[in-house]
């Protein structure tokens, strides 16, 4: 995926070309892409599955996702995979993944949804490139043993962390493996684009499976809903896997 502009006229002598303009630009984005890949690399490193990295190192993946837009990785709103059209399906942009963690960039088209999903021993960072975006998330509730057991067979409490709307450009959203809404669902207002960092990633022969979730209001418990728990729900989730370039 490359972005550039075209100059009409030939260029004179000292001159940068139309080509090398191009060149620099996609440079330009690499090095941002890179400097992520390499942060990853070294925060991860020694981090394993429940194990959250130290608040320097989560500050600084932060720090350069915060400072990343659209233009870093060669992606605009009008692209066709962000056609209205295209809804529910979304495009999943592999950028990298290893056993430590992965990264990619899911490009929603309005109306598009990400179902209600869970991170098992995984901190994520989600930055939002551009785009409006509303996002409820939940962490599981300590509550549960003040719900009598007949009223919640299959059902597993959890307490709503978020429940707004975002607009980029805005702070990249950080959750932990038990705090920070682990279980979240994104809904695309607009267009949007989602860049994702997973330590660890998913991985079934590890137990890290992606659990997809049903939520009910509670109202014994203001402000808590309850999860369908442990039991995958089926959903009309629409995901296509690309490389990225």
């Not at 959890?158 to 607009?167: G, H, I, M, Q, R």
Request: proline share 7%; hydrophobic share 35%; charged share 20%.
């Amino acid at each position: 995926m490359q972005m550039g502009v075209q100059q009409k006229g030939g260029g004179g002598r000292g001159e940068m070309s139309d080509e090398s303009k191009k060149s620099k630009k996609r440079q330009k984005r690499l090095s941002r892409v890179q400097r992520l890949y390499d942060c990853c690399k070294e925060v991860f490193a020694d981090c394993e599955p429940g194990i959250v990295p130290s608040p320097d190192k989560i500050e600084k993946i932060a720090a350069i996702l915060d400072g990343m837009s659209e233009a870093d990785v060669g992606l605009s709103p009008n692209m066709p995979i962000f056609s209205r059209e295209r809804a529910p399906v979304i495009t999943y942009l592999h950028l990298h993944e290893c056993d430590k963690f992965s990264i990619g960039i899911f490009c929603m088209p309005p109306t598009s949804v990400i179902p209600l999903h869970n991170h098992p021993g995984m901190t994520v960072f989600s930055k939002l490139l551009f785009g409006t975006m509303h996002i409820k998330a939940y962490d599981w509730s300590n509550e549960v043993d003040n719900v009598n057991a007949s009223e919640c067979d299959g059902l597993r409490l959890a307490k709503l962390k978020v429940n707004s709307e975002f607009t980029a450009p805005c702070r990249t959203s950080i959750l932990y493996p038990a705090d920070g809404g682990n279980m979240h669902c994104f809904t695309a207002t607009t267009a949007c684009a989602v860049l994702d960092v997973l330590g660890p990633p998913y991985s079934d022969p590890d137990g890290r499976h992606c659990q997809y979730y049903y939520d009910f209001p509670f109202s014994k418990f203001p402000g808590m809903y309850v999860c369908v728990y442990s039991w995958m729900i089926f959903y009309n989730l629409y995901v296509f896997a690309c490389c990225y370039f």
